[in-house]
């Protein structure tokens, strides 16, 4: 991969022709090596990568893009608002190679076009600091997709060209090292994440079903995003906080 604008992004780029789990490999990267906040590893063919509920993750090679990002732990009150601010830095890259679509943030950190989603982020913490990653559908054709539900920056209608790849990764890492800079300085409020996120987030104002890791779930309509990071959800019997669960955007009964 040509990589020269996303060189510029990162305090040290780490390229790799194959990985398991760039989040693993970076981690275990970290913990023997002295590597720089904002430190990133990227592959085009990760085979073994994981998401939310220990789902597997994987693309044909060459197809998508596995990124993992090295972040400072910010203080404990700011924890919660690290994945957000990775889903916003990708939704932002991802919106500048599909100008116009509707690319927003399902909470807490999915990237989707339209109803469509096109990258998921998952973090994990270490004690070298946060390892955030993020894996893009980039060239995924229909029949490639894991389920109905998503799609590819090139099937939504990015320009596929040799410089794909390099122009959504330098976005994201220019724009997460800004997000994140800011929280550590200002925090959520003062630094505009949270005025950010919210102005993002295609999940505020839906009907959603929230399934909750226990097992159990409730529906309601999603209207704020707290100053903790938590989803508010407005229920017959009253607003209700999400800090984890799955949140599924539930459409009306016509469409």
């Known amino acids: 991969m040509n990589l020269s604008r996303a060189r510029h992004c990162a305090p040290e780029l780490i390229v790799l022709d194959e990985a398991g789990s760039t989040n693993d490999e970076l981690a275990d990267r970290a913990a023997v090596e002295a590597l ?31 990124i993992s ?55 994990r913490l270490t004690a070298q600091g946060v390892v955030m990653g993020a894996g ?24 596929d060209g040799p410089d794909l790849d390099d122009r959504l990764l330098a976005g994201y890492l220019a724009r997460i090292t800004e997000l994140v800079g800011g929280l550590l300085e200002r925090g959520a409020e003062a630094s505009g994440l949270r005025l950010a996120v ?6 505020l104002g839906r009907e959603v079903r929230v ?10 309509r999603a209207v704020a995003i707290a100053p903790d ?16 669960g799955d949140v599924v955007h539930v459409r009306p009964a016509s469409s």
Do not use: I
């Open 69 to 123: 990002v090295l972040l400072p732990s910010p203080p404990p009150g700011e924890a919660a608002w690290l994945p957000l601010a990775a889903g916003l830095a990708m939704r932002d890259s991802v919106a500048a190679l599909l100008p116009h679509s509707d690319v927003n943030v399902k909470w807490p950190n999915d990237v989707l076009v339209g109803e469509r989603k096109v990258c998921g982020v998952l973090g």
């Open 229 to 244: 990071a938590r989803l508010v959800v407005r229920t017959a019997s009253g607003d209700e906080s999400v800090a984890a």
């Open 136 to 159: 893009v559908n980039v060239r995924l054709r229909a029949d490639e997709l894991p389920v109905p539900t998503a799609t590819s920056l090139v099937l939504a209608g990015a320009a």
């Open 198 to 203: 919210t102005a993002a987030c295609g999940t």
């Open 211 to 220: 399934e909750l890791p226990g097992g159990s779930e409730f529906r309601g």
């Open 36 to 66: 720089p906040p904002y430190t990133a590893l990227v592959t085009a063919h990760q085979t073994a990568g994981r998401g939310r509920r220990d789902r597997g993750w994987s693309t044909p090679a060459g197809r998508g893009l596995a």
